[in-house]
């Protein structure tokens, strides 16, 4: 068995929640590697909707484990709301396991997101304001807090204390708001250590058991290869690691166990918060996209930007995440248009683009060159074999896959597992 990644290939809300339910039942462990409740993936399982935030979206299957890595940073509060959800719905969160390596974020981490926001002015990323920047800050800075601490009190209160000397500084006096003491956060902490303590285990050695046993496993990907810290469109980015290499990073497994990359891609394009977005459309066909796509934020429930299909952005995916399979999701969205435009190159300072350009500046003021290819008018929802879709949106998934140079294994062609086209799909 093997492992794989999974990936967004955009922006995020590419559909990850969808395609991580609908293959997991075929993996013994479902593995989130960064990021946190940031995130929002959705999953449409046996009648009922979850928005799911920190729990691997394979948790709907009992013979899946689900596993939160290393390189995600967990807001206790959240996870335990979210797991209270989940056995509410009859869904047990008793196999769930955390790396006690992961980050804590701390309630100063939430303020000091906000305030950092504020104090950009028109300069704001758009942050999900769940303290993720805050939190990896720490990390780096090498005064987080890690679940394994919630072990002991008395380290905890000991590494509040230290970091509360700068943290009461910051927002006292750079920020004007109230500071906070060990003893108060320690009391609210040490009552979720006990709902999170006897999740905490070794996820590394555990994983890398388990590919050893060739059991698979499946790492699921959060946010986009566009927002990455390092190969996304910075400084309008997240703070970890979204594109594969993460996966490695954020629960310490090794390259080789990686077999294959799904990256999840939308058939048109969304984006939430600040920063370029070459596609982007202001017009009436945005609005269409946005209402029939139902494209509002899972998490913040702020309204995604939409525009056309960018296969410059997917092609930068496929390669840096090495991608050896292509999913496609909404394209029922679609069908309402007469005709609809990819996005083939970008134009800027009489330079032709054909991936993300390398500097800032020519992805802020980049010309799309469109192709435009006819739409297929009608509804597609209830396909379930790549035959019966119509032939121009045959047409336009073979466009997208010879563009990408990836194979499109895979399409969604509405929310719930099974509107969805297996294509050549092979672990
Ligand atoms: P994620 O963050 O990548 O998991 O994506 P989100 O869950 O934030 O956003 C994707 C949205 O599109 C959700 O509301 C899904 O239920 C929905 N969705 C996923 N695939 C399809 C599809 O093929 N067609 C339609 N119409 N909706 C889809
Ligand atoms: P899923 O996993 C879409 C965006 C925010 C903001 C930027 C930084 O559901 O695809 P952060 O709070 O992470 O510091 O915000 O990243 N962002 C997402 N956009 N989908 C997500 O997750 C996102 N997680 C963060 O809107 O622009
Ligand atoms: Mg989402």
Request: with cysteine.
């Amino acid at each position: 068995m093997p492992g794989i990644v999974l990936v967004g290939a955009q922006w995020g809300d590419e559909g990850k929640g969808k395609i991580t339910d609908l293959i997991a039942h075929d993996f013994d462990f479902v593995v989130r590697y960064q990021g946190g409740n940031n995130a929002g993936h959705t999953v449409i399982a046996d009648g009922k909707r979850l928005a799911l935030h920190l729990i691997p979206s394979g948790i709907m299957y009992p013979n899946v484990t689900p596993v939160i890595g290393n390189g995600c940073v967990i807001d206790p509060r959240v996870l335990i709301d979210e797991m209270d959800m989940l056995e509410r719905e009859g869904i047990s969160t008793e196999r769930l396991l955390i790396s006690g390596n992961a980050h804590l974020i701390m309630p100063y981490h939430l303020d000091l997101d906000g305030a950092s926001e504020l104090l950009l002015g028109k300069n704001e990323i758009g942050t999900t304001r769940r303290g993720i920047g805050p939190a990896y800050q720490d990390k780096a800075a090498r005064v987080g807090i890690r679940v394994q601490d919630l072990l002991d009190p008395a380290i905890f209160k000991l590494k509040l204390e230290t970091v509360l000397v700068e943290k009461n500084r910051l927002l006292e006096r750079l920020y004007d708001l109230p500071t906070y003491t060990a003893d108060d956060i320690c009391a609210q902490y040490l009552t979720y250590a006990a709902r999170i303590v006897p999740h905490i285990a070794d996820v590394s050695t555990l994983l890398n058991d388990a590919l050893r046993a060739n059991r698979g496993v499946l790492f699921e990907g959060a946010q986009g290869t566009l927002l990455d810290i390092d190969h996304g469109s910075y400084p309008f980015v997240t703070s970890s690691s979204c594109t594969a290499g993460g996966a490695t990073v954020g629960t310490g497994v090794g390259p080789v166990a990686i077999n294959k990359v799904l990256g999840i891609a939308k058939a048109y394009l969304t984006r939430v918060g600040s920063g370029p977005f070459p596609t982007e459309l202001f017009d009436e066909t945005g609005e269409t996209l946005a209402k029939i796509g139902g494209e509002v934020g899972t998490t913040t429930g702020r309204s995604r930007r939409c525009g056309w299909y960018d296969a410059v952005v997917v092609r930068y995916a496929a390669i840096i995440n090495g991608l050896t399979d292509l999913c496609v999701t909404k394209l029922d969205v679609l069908s309402a248009l007469d005709n609809i435009k990819v996005c083939v190159a970008y134009d800027y300072a009489d330079k032709l683009y054909g991936t993300v350009p390398e500097t800032q500046t020519a992805f802020h003021h980049a010309t799309p060159r469109y192709e435009e290819l006819p739409g297929w008018k009608c509804d597609i929802s209830g396909c379930r074999r790549f035959e019966e879709l119509p032939a121009a949106a045959r047409d336009y998934i073979a466009f997208i896959e010879k563009l990408a140079d990836v194979p499109v294994s895979m399409i969604a062609v509405g929310p719930s597992r099974e509107q969805t086209i297996m294509r050549g799909w092979r672990l």
